[in-house]
Protein backbone atom coordinates (compact mmCIF):
# COMPACT_ATOMS: atom_id res chain seq x y z
CA UNK A 1 0.00 0.00 0.00
CA UNK A 2 1.29 3.52 -1.21
CA UNK A 3 -0.18 6.64 0.46
CA UNK A 4 0.58 9.94 -1.50
CA UNK A 5 0.57 12.96 -0.09
CA UNK A 6 0.57 14.23 -3.64
CA UNK A 7 -2.28 12.78 -4.70
CA UNK A 8 -4.21 13.81 -1.96
CA UNK A 9 -3.57 17.32 -1.92
CA UNK A 10 -5.04 17.01 -5.77
CA UNK A 11 -8.05 14.37 -4.67
CA UNK A 12 -10.61 16.24 -6.98
CA UNK A 13 -13.55 14.63 -4.25
CA UNK A 14 -12.18 16.78 -1.51
CA UNK A 15 -10.98 19.57 -3.62
CA UNK A 16 -12.57 22.09 -6.41
CA UNK A 17 -9.83 22.65 -9.24
CA UNK A 18 -7.58 20.54 -7.40
CA UNK A 19 -4.51 21.19 -9.71
CA UNK A 20 -4.60 24.82 -9.49
CA UNK A 21 -2.51 26.53 -7.12
CA UNK A 22 -4.74 27.77 -4.17
CA UNK A 23 -3.18 27.32 -0.47
CA UNK A 24 -6.27 28.48 0.73
CA UNK A 25 -7.62 25.18 -0.53
CA UNK A 26 -6.96 24.01 3.04
CA UNK A 27 -9.06 27.02 5.07
CA UNK A 28 -12.34 27.57 6.75
CA UNK A 29 -13.56 30.86 7.75
CA UNK A 30 -11.58 31.48 11.00
CA UNK A 31 -9.26 28.82 10.58
CA UNK A 32 -5.81 29.08 11.30
CA UNK A 33 -3.77 27.53 7.92
CA UNK A 34 -2.35 24.12 8.92
CA UNK A 35 1.06 24.79 8.71
CA UNK A 36 0.66 26.88 12.07
CA UNK A 37 -0.99 23.75 13.37
CA UNK A 38 2.10 21.49 12.49
CA UNK A 39 4.24 24.06 14.33
CA UNK A 40 2.14 23.92 17.38
CA UNK A 41 1.43 20.33 17.70
CA UNK A 42 3.62 18.77 15.29
CA UNK A 43 1.14 16.76 13.34
CA UNK A 44 -2.05 17.82 11.61
CA UNK A 45 -5.31 15.50 10.27
CA UNK A 46 -7.20 15.66 7.01
CA UNK A 47 -6.47 16.01 3.80
CA UNK A 48 -3.20 18.53 4.38
CA UNK A 49 -0.24 16.23 5.18
CA UNK A 50 2.98 16.89 3.99
CA UNK A 51 5.21 15.63 6.60
CA UNK A 52 3.13 12.09 6.62
CA UNK A 53 0.73 11.30 9.73
CA UNK A 54 0.13 8.61 12.33
CA UNK A 55 3.26 6.85 13.63
CA UNK A 56 5.37 7.26 10.88
CA UNK A 57 5.35 11.07 10.29
CA UNK A 58 8.25 12.86 10.08
CA UNK A 59 10.76 13.15 13.18
CA UNK A 60 11.87 16.42 11.65
CA UNK A 61 8.43 18.21 10.94
CA UNK A 62 8.90 21.08 13.77
CA UNK A 63 12.46 21.94 12.69
CA UNK A 64 11.65 21.84 8.76
CA UNK A 65 8.77 23.89 9.25
CA UNK A 66 10.74 26.45 11.89
CA UNK A 67 13.92 26.28 9.71
CA UNK A 68 11.57 27.39 6.92
CA UNK A 69 9.85 30.26 8.24
CA UNK A 70 13.64 31.29 9.29
CA UNK A 71 15.59 31.23 5.72
CA UNK A 72 12.38 32.20 4.08
CA UNK A 73 11.86 35.33 6.45
CA UNK A 74 15.52 36.24 5.79
CA UNK A 75 15.30 35.82 2.26
CA UNK A 76 12.29 37.99 1.43
CA UNK A 77 13.64 40.60 3.67
CA UNK A 78 16.92 41.07 1.47
CA UNK A 79 16.15 40.19 -1.82
CA UNK A 80 13.45 40.99 -4.56
CA UNK A 81 12.24 37.80 -6.46
CA UNK A 82 10.72 37.70 -10.23
CA UNK A 83 9.65 34.67 -12.28
CA UNK A 84 11.12 35.06 -15.43
CA UNK A 85 8.77 32.87 -16.72
CA UNK A 86 4.81 32.03 -16.10
CA UNK A 87 3.99 29.17 -13.49
CA UNK A 88 6.62 26.41 -14.43
CA UNK A 89 5.37 22.40 -14.88
CA UNK A 90 6.27 20.33 -12.06
CA UNK A 91 7.98 16.87 -12.03
CA UNK A 92 6.26 14.43 -9.15
CA UNK A 93 9.19 12.38 -7.75
CA UNK A 94 9.94 12.09 -4.03
CA UNK A 95 9.37 15.65 -4.00
CA UNK A 96 7.45 17.66 -6.14
CA UNK A 97 9.91 20.02 -8.15
CA UNK A 98 9.51 22.53 -10.93
CA UNK A 99 10.35 21.78 -14.04
CA UNK A 100 12.45 24.85 -16.67
CA UNK A 101 11.62 27.31 -13.90
CA UNK A 102 14.36 30.35 -14.03
CA UNK A 103 14.11 33.13 -11.06
CA UNK A 104 15.89 36.40 -11.03
CA UNK A 105 16.95 37.05 -7.96
CA UNK A 106 17.62 41.07 -7.06
CA UNK A 107 18.93 42.55 -3.47
CA UNK A 108 16.38 45.04 -1.91
CA UNK A 109 19.29 47.32 -0.99
CA UNK A 110 22.56 46.78 -3.09
CA UNK A 111 24.18 49.04 -0.16
CA UNK A 112 23.15 46.79 2.51
CA UNK A 113 23.27 42.88 1.19
CA UNK A 114 25.74 41.32 3.08
CA UNK A 115 25.90 38.42 0.61
CA UNK A 116 27.52 40.85 -1.88
CA UNK A 117 30.88 41.68 -2.39
CA UNK A 118 31.50 45.51 -3.60
Known amino acids: MLVSPFMIHRNPNSFKSPNLYNPRRW ?8 WAEILKEGTVSGNYI ?44 ITLRPMDFQLEVLPDDISTCPLLIP
Open 27 to 34: LKDGECPP
Open 50 to 93: PFGAGPRVCIGTGFAMMEMMIVLRKLFSTFEFRPCSPFPATSAL
